[in-house]
């Protein structure tokens, strides 16, 4: 089996789900004749007809709402918005009423919806390019957000996104577009969409992160690992709903946390992580839980953006503040 | 009164030009034209890095508009925005710094390709968002009408963007409060890889605010004399306070949308026919022989031209980074 990208896997996840039922349709712009900005979508067109991938005019607002019409009919649309930073108008469409209609309705209706969009820096593409808003998101009631952070994980979470009756955001990392490979089995199983993965085990310092920052959280762990320090990385992945049993169950083991993401610091969902270790988790932890984050700034331009990301050093640095309290 | 559809009737050039404005707009359009040229080789290179959009075939669309205008009058654009910079003024240096990332860009190299400002010349902006700049260039123009200054906005937008919503609130808006704002659709045909007649129902646009009863019309792009001419007109228009008026450009991109473009959805044939018959350079090159002009003379301006980007270049690629510091600088109000 050959090994695959992870825009491949999103790809092939799309067509799997498109050849299971022929109410899942793809819309969004220059999704069908281009392929899509990243080539998501690239083939789909020839293969399942313009009535099911369909190219939209450039209206991100009207996208949502279509979409949330499409859905109280039964379809599962899979929407796909350019970038993160052009998501903001789609915001009403998706607070007010995808995620409200099972609600309104008392579950006469749902919203079966996904929204896909690529998302996150580290590619040097400047604002509206490189953006994170998942906290923007996760603060919305009845919404599911997940972020991949592998071919095979971005596979089994998309099926599961466009098999669930409600309405999800799944984010799809830019900088792991491509440079994340591994061998993918187009087998039609379903991650489920409420469980955290545990990428790597350890017994001294529990990491929990999401999407490309895995990558240097991975590489910080390495580096502890030579110094004899064991670390746990944890792939948040569904972000709502969150995976605390999974978080818990490590930090008893660890006792020490830091929680790793590239969004902003202030009001990003590392607060919302460091809040539920402060509940449920208080009597377990030997140290203050770290946050390592973006800056409370714009997402700079290309030259500066490495200032901006959290990278493996800046991880390393929180991490052995963390070790070394006492 | 029913509205008009049209406006404003120009014969191309019917105003007539000399020879030494015909030369003014062909060095503008040169200057756009190899500044653009010299973005595309250095984006090549890695020196620029996101996005960079750039304007060749569209220059007599600016040219001619910025030729209509009045000092003072502001001016608001997306983000394929270079050619609107260095028309409204500012300098190729600034200009090729800021795609650079460096410190000596016109925003020290936090905004990039996309988003150059320069309030000092009344120019407000590129924007990223696509169709977001057509609501504040109607605020613009509602500051120019409550402060009864004389000046008006003048607004640009693609086709691809005529189809927010936000476009469509902002004619309504500005047509009942008849506010001083043209609005300039650069219909290039094609919005990334859709084209208009994928994305809109009727592909001719100059329409889309007579409902609000905006009059509207349609012009060729290419020619810098009927962007001109109807620019002067419209700008008229709006100064008078009869309120908001479009103006569809038709032109045509020659390159991708930004440095990475399929280009599945468009023929090489199609482009290479629009290089040929219709470049605005070309047009007013021709102009000028028919009525003189010496082929050396505009072999010298070309030159000359060249000379000024390779030293924008030059100062671009020699400007340091900006310091890391700057990351946290203009966030808020520095106490
Ligand atoms: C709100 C929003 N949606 C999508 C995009 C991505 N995008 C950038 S330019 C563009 C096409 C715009 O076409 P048009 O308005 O015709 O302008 P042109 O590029 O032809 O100058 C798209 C889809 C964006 N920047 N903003
Ligand atoms: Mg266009």
Known sequence: ?326 | MAPREKAVRVEAGALGAKSEELLRYLREMLLIRRFEERAGQLYGRGLIGGYCHLYIGQEAVVVGMQSALRDGDSVITSYRDHGHVLACGIDPKEVMAELCGRRGGASHGKGGSMHMFSPERNFYGGHGIVGAQVPIGTGLAFAHRYREDGRIAVTYLGDGAINQGQVAESFNMAALWKLPVVYVIENNRYGMGTSVDRASARTDLYHRGMAHGIPGEQIDGMDVLAVRDSGLLAAKHARSGEGPIILEMVTYRYRGHSMSDPAKYRTREEVDRMRSEHDPIDQVRRRLLESGAREAELDALDKEIRGLIAEAAGFAQDSPEPDPEELFTDVFVEA
């Open chain 1, 1 to 326: 089996m050959p090994e695959i990208t992870l825009v491949e896997a999103v790809t092939l996840a799309l067509a799997r789900a498109m050849a299971e039922d022929k109410e899942v349709v793809l819309l969004g712009e220059d999704i069908g004749v281009d392929g899509g900005v990243f080539r998501a979508t690239d083939g789909l067109l020839a293969r399942f007809g313009a009535e099911r991938v369909f190219d939209t005019p450039l209206a991100e607002a009207m996208i949502a709402g279509l979409s949330v019409g499409l859905a109280a009919q039964g379809f599962r649309p899979v929407a796909e918005i350019q970038f993160t930073g052009f998501i903001y108008p789609i915001i009403d469409q998706i607070l007010n009423h995808a995620s409200r209609l099972r609600t309104r309705t008392r579950g006469r209706l749902t919203c079966p919806l996904v929204v896909r969009s690529p998302y996150g820096g580290g590619i040097r593409a400047i604002e509206h390019h490189s953006e994170s808003p998942e906290a923007l998101f996760a603060h919305i009631p009845g919404l599911r957000v997940v972020i991949p952070s592998s071919p095979r994980r971005a596979y089994g979470l998309l099926l599961a996104a466009i098999r669930d009756p409600d309405p999800v955001m799944f984010l799809e990392p830019t900088r792991l577009y491509r440079s994340a490979r591994e061998e993918v089995e187009d087998t039609g199983e379903p991650l489920p969409l409420d469980r955290a993965f545990v990428l790597r085990e350890g017994g001294d310092i529990t990491f929990v992160g999401w999407g490309a920052m895995l990558k240097e959280t991975l590489l910080a762990a390495d580096r502890l690992e030579a110094d004899g320090i064991g670390a746990e990385v944890i792939d948040a992945a569904t972000l709502k709903p969150f995976d605390t049993e999974t978080l818990f169950a490590s930090v008893q083991k660890t006792g020490r946390c830091v929680i790793v993401h590239e969004a902003a610091l202030t009001g990003g969902f590392g607060g919302e992580i460091a809040a539920r270790l402060a509940e449920g988790a208080l009597t377990s932890l030997l140290a203050p839980v770290a946050r390592v984050a973006g800056w409370d700034t714009v997402i700079p331009g290309l030259r500066v953006e490495r200032h901006y990301m959290p990278g493996e050093n800046r991880i390393l640095e929180a991490a052995r503040k963390t070790l070394a309290f006492a």
